[in-house]
C-alpha cells in the first residue's frame, strides 16, 4: 500500500522507515512556508512530502546514494562536523530520526542552529527513552529500548537523546524549547524493530493510553531560534 499524507501519495520506495507515526509528528510542528534543510534525508519522501507542500528543499545525507526521489538533489554531509552552510541560510531544518546516529549530536544541533534565519525552528525527533518501558528495560539490564545491540549493530545507535540533555544544550546556543510532542503509544520489539503491524487486541489496549512522556514511542522537538547562550560551553567552577 502506498504512503498518503496530506493527499500526497509516495511510492513504496519513498515511505517511511521511522516507526508509524513519527512523521506525522514532526510535520505538525511545520511552519506554513519557507525553505527547509532536510538533515538526513534517507531515501528522500521527506524531500518529496516538502517539496509538493511547497517548501523550498535542500536535502543532505551521509549516504546521498540512497536517495532516490526523482528530480531532486541530494549532497553528502556528514553531521558529525561542521555543514558546508553559510550561516543564516533556512528558515527550517528538519531531522528525522538522525540525532541517535551521531557521536556529536550537541555540535550538529549547534550547527543546525547556526544555518538558521531569526526566528528560524529546528525540528527533530528522536526514540523516547524516557518511557515507561524504558525504565523498566533499564532497572532490569541498563538496557534501553532502541539502544541494545541490535539498534547498534544495525543502523548505530549510538546517543541517547533526553530532555533534560536538550534543555541543557539550549541553554548553551540561540535555543529555545517550544515543545515536546510524542508519537503514539508504542514500543519497539525485543530486537529493536518499529511494529508497522500489531495484534487488534493490543493496539486498542493501547489506545486507551494518553500520549505523553511516559507512553510516547517517539519524542518530537520543536526549537526556535530566539534566545542568545546563558550557559558557556564547557563552563566550570574556578
Not at 546556543?173 to 510524542?182: F, G, K, L, N, P
Not at 487488534?200 to 518530537?220: F, R
Request: glycine share 6%; with cysteine.
Amino acid at each position: 500500500m502506498s504512503y498518503v499524507f496530506r493527499n500526497i501519495k509516495l511510492s513504496d520506495d519513498l515511505a517511511p522507515q521511522a516507526a508509524p507515526e513519527t512523521w506525522e509528528c514532526a510535520f505538525s510542528q511545520l511552519p506554513s512556508q519557507g525553505s527547509v534543510l532536510v538533515a538526513g534525508a534517507g531515501r528522500g519522501g521527506i524531500s518529496v512530502l516538502l517539496d509538493k507542500s511547497g517548501f523550498k528543499v535542500t536535502s543532505l545525507d551521509l549516504h546521498p546514494e540512497h536517495f532516490v526521489a526523482q528530480g531532486m538533489e541530494c549532497k553528502k554531509a556528514d553531521f558529525n562536523h561542521p555543514l558546508a552552510i553559510e550561516s543564516e541560510t533556512f528558515d527550517i531544518v528538519i531531522c528525522i530520526e538522525v540525532v541517535e546516529h551521531l557521536e556529536n549530536p550537541w555540535g550538529f544541533l549547534r550547527e543546525a542552529m547556526r544555518t538558521l534565519r531569526p526566528n528560524g525552528r529546528l525540528i527533530f525527533t528522536s526514540p523516547n527513552v524516557i518511557n515507561i518501558p524504558s525504565r523498566l528495560l533499564f532497572l532490569k539490564n541498563g538496557l534501553l529500548p532502541y539502544f541494545r545491540e541490535q539498534s547498534f549493530r544495525g543502523c548505530y545507535h549510538v546517543t541517547p537523546i533526553f530532555p533534560w540533555a536538550v534543555m541543557r544544550w539550549a541553554q548553551t546556543t540561540e535555543a529555545r524549547v517550544d515543545s515536546i510532542t510524542y508519537s503514539r503509544v508504542n514500543w519497539p520489539t525485543s530486537d529493536d524493530v518499529p511494529r508497522h503491524w500489531e495484534k487488534k487486541w493490543s493496539k486498542k489496549l493501547k489506545d486507551m493510553l494518553p500520549v505523553n512522556s511516559l507512553t510516547g514511542e517517539i519524542s518530537c522537538y520543536s526549537i526556535s531560534k530566539s534566545d542568545l547562550p546563558t550557559v558557556a560551553v564547557g563552563a566550570h567552577y574556578a
